[in-house]
């Protein structure tokens, strides 16, 4: 079965830099693409980024557009968010996803798809 590990979370301020790791390992069942997601406190999960697995096809939520970038790995497994330019509002636990590619984005079930355990990013002002 497969699994995921994120990491590269932590603090910045405003105007910084951060870039997240989230490694594969395992069989990720029916999958065909790797995403970013963020929930922030009493707010839902959103897709931030997301990656084609077979032909690095991308897509990005308008509100990280020009300042986020999705890439990866495909030796080593691993699934990279290079995050630049941070704002306060990008403060989130930050969670990895693998699923299908569908309409131009990833799509992970919330339940049966494979996530994994997050890692925080906290920007400050």
């Known amino acids: 079965l497969g699994h995921l590990v994120e990491s590269g979370g932590g603090s910045v301020q405003a105007g910084g830099s951060l870039r997240l790791s989230c490694a594969a390992s395992?069989?990720?069942?029916?999958?065909?693409?790797m995403g970013w997601f963020r929930q922030a406190p009493g707010k839902e999960r959103e897709g931030v980024a997301g990656i084609h697995t077979g032909d690095d096809s991308t897509y990005y939520a308008d509100s990280v557009k020009g300042r986020f970038t999705i890439s990866q790995d495909g030796v080593k497994n691993v699934v990279y968010l290079q995050m630049n330019s941070l704002k306060p509002e990008d403060t989130a636990m930050y969670y990895c996803?693998?699923?299908?590619?569908?309409?131009?984005?990833?799509?992970?079930?919330?339940?049966?798809?494979?996530w994994g355990q997050g890692t925080q990013v906290n920007v400050s002002s």
């Open positions: 395992g069989y990720l069942h029916r999958t065909n693409c």
């Open positions: 996803g693998a699923g299908e590619w569908y309409d131009g984005s990833c799509e992970v079930h919330p339940l049966s798809g494979f």
